[in-house]
């Protein structure tokens, strides 16, 4: 689960991680009112307004038809009025959105820690996550933060850094000053980095996170070490130990359709193709996805109805699928193990005939326990529903159907 910015720089905040002090505004008027607190705060005279998307880029990306950024510094009350006028309740187009962009409801007004000084400030880049391969966290790091991260991953790999952490015994304190030195650190920044990269390192294990992006870490011209951003993804399958980071999500932020589905306890997510998917168990899922692809189609989705298949889980993964006005059929690729195929069947014949307007052809493979009296229950309908036994079966249905 992502959150904002201001919210994963909350949480950050409350392990002891230093961060560039803002305040969330929701209207132009409210974005005044947080710079002149934070002016109290602070004793800042600039502020920095930055759009709360799910979404990287921001920087970078423009509200859909103007020359007006995602992040942009205004430097009197004046400025922060029209930039968050110009950002709230309009559309932000980032590399990560994609042309469609994403509705900006809130705009984080932050002090401005870019200031002069004696010696130039210095961004870094910080993240901490899983590595798969080895089951084990990194700390993954690089003198070169910013807004080009990602080039500097691409056309320099050797500035990225990685420090993996020993899940027996954490985050030791000698891999933390290793980071602040390859960081090229010296003195009360090499302090400050070993304390903000050991408190960093804390927040992530502590709650369930599945990663954390600091981008950028920033060293100021006085040597303090801040989180400028925060990028935040928890982990879902451990909120239930966290009730108070699952209050932060924020649904406007995420597909309708997939929030839809979510409540009725179906995992679904959208894809771009033509052919719905309704399946029971993540691999065959992915084999369903793969036999619609070689029988010359693509997946529209993916959507496991669990071990729960009666007619009314059924009858709402239909209407799911169908929100989708790209799908030209349906495939449903059920085994039968613990759920009968019969009783799934008798679901399907059920919630078709509740729907009454399904338009587009379905196809349904049942396999497993009574897959023969499912496939009788199918035939015998007098439904636009073709039954199949076997996987290659409705490959060639699929085909058949989409020619």
Request: aromatic share 6%.
């Amino acid at each position: 689960m992502n959150i904002h910015e201001y919210q994963g720089k909350e949480v950050l905040k409350s392990f002891g991680v230093a961060i560039q002090e803002g305040i969330v505004a929701d209207t132009p008027e409210n974005a005044v009112k947080a710079a002149q607190e934070l002016q109290k705060q602070t004793g800042t005279g600039w502020w920095v307004i930055k759009s709360q998307i799910h979404a990287g880029g921001r920087g970078k990306g423009k509200i859909k038809g103007t020359e007006q950024r995602g992040v942009a510094l205004a430097k009197s009350l004046d400025d922060v009025k029209n930039i968050s006028t110009n950002i709230l309740g309009n559309v932000l187009v980032t590399i990560q959105t994609g042309e469609a962009g994403k509705k900006v409801n809130k705009v984080l007004v932050s002090q401005d820690v870019y200031y002069p000084g004696e010696s130039q400030p210095k961004e870094f880049y910080i993240s901490v996550l899983l590595n798969r391969n080895t089951g084990r966290n990194i700390i993954m790091y690089s003198t070169e933060g910013g807004m080009d991260i990602e080039e500097v991953a691409h056309n320099t790999p050797h500035l990225i850094h990685k420090e993996e952490i020993d899940p027996k015994v954490g985050l030791q304190a000698f891999q933390a000053r290793k980071v602040a030195f390859n960081l090229g650190l010296e003195g009360t920044a090499h302090k400050e980095m070993v304390r903000f990269v050991t408190a960093l390192y804390k927040a992530y294990d502590s709650i369930d996170a599945a990663m954390f992006e600091i981008n950028p870490v920033l060293k100021t011209s006085d040597n303090k070490i801040i989180a400028v951003d925060s990028k935040v993804n928890l982990d879902e399958n451990a909120l239930f130990r966290h009730p108070d980071l699952a209050a932060l999500r924020d649904i406007s932020e995420e597909d309708a359709t997939e929030v839809e589905a979510g409540e009725h306890n179906l995992n679904y997510v959208k894809l771009d193709g033509n052919v719905g998917c309704m399946v029971n168990g993540a691999g065959l899922a992915m084999a369903t996805m793969d036999i619609i692809k070689l029988s010359g189609g693509e997946p529209a989705n993916f959507l496991d109805v669990g071990g729960t298949a009666n007619a009314q889980r059924v009858e709402q993964a239909f209407r799911i699928i169908l929100k989708d006005p790209n799908v030209k059929a349906i495939l449903v690729n059920i085994f039968g193990g613990i759920v009968r195929c019969d009783r799934v069947a008798q679901g399907i014949v059920d919630a078709y005939k509740n729907m009454g307007n399904i338009k587009v052809p379905i196809i349904v493979r049942l396999q497993g326990t009574n897959a023969e009296e499912a496939k009788s229950i199918i035939d015998q309908s007098g439904l636009k529903v073709y039954s199949a036994i076997q996987l290659q079966e409705a490959a060639d249905l699929v085909k058949k159907v989409l020619a």
